[in-house]
């Protein structure tokens, strides 16, 4: 069945392709930087699988169909319009994990200046 649904829409083929090697190279990276550890292999498992869990939430779902009804209504094919959601809400997260660690830092060398 998935395999029709590829052959009739290459575009969405190559999404999903794009998807599976994405996490290939995740896991591939996580592999080479964690694979001595045991504990930091957990974590990254167990974060991939939260991140899949989350993916599904409601609030982005309904986010994702009411862009895509959008679309719909104003006679726009919604293509992809999850893979862009997706990108989006992950490049926030990653761009507040920096800025977390960036404040880490810098607090840890305040403490420092006021001893």
């Not at 649904?5 to 996490?23: D, E, H, K, Y």
């Not at 045991?38 to 409601?58: E, F, N, Q």
């Not at 761009?95 to 403490?111: F, P, V």
Request: proline share 2%.
């Amino acid at each position: 069945m998935i395999m029709t649904v590829l052959r009739q829409q290459p575009r969405a083929a190559g999404l999903v392709l794009g998807l599976i090697a994405a996490n290939l190279l995740a896991w591939c990276w996580a592999l080479q930087a964690f694979g001595d550890s045991g504990a930091l292999m957990a974590a990254s498992l167990l974060a991939w699988g939260y991140g899949l869990r989350h993916a599904v939430d409601a609030d982005h779902i309904a986010a994702i169909d009411n862009v895509t009804r959008k679309m719909m209504q104003q006679g726009r094919r919604p293509f992809a319009v999850g893979a862009w959601f997706s990108l989006g809400h992950s490049s926030i997260v990653v761009l507040a994990s920096a800025g977390d660690c960036r404040d880490r830092h810098r607090l840890q060398h305040a403490d420092e200046l006021a001893a």
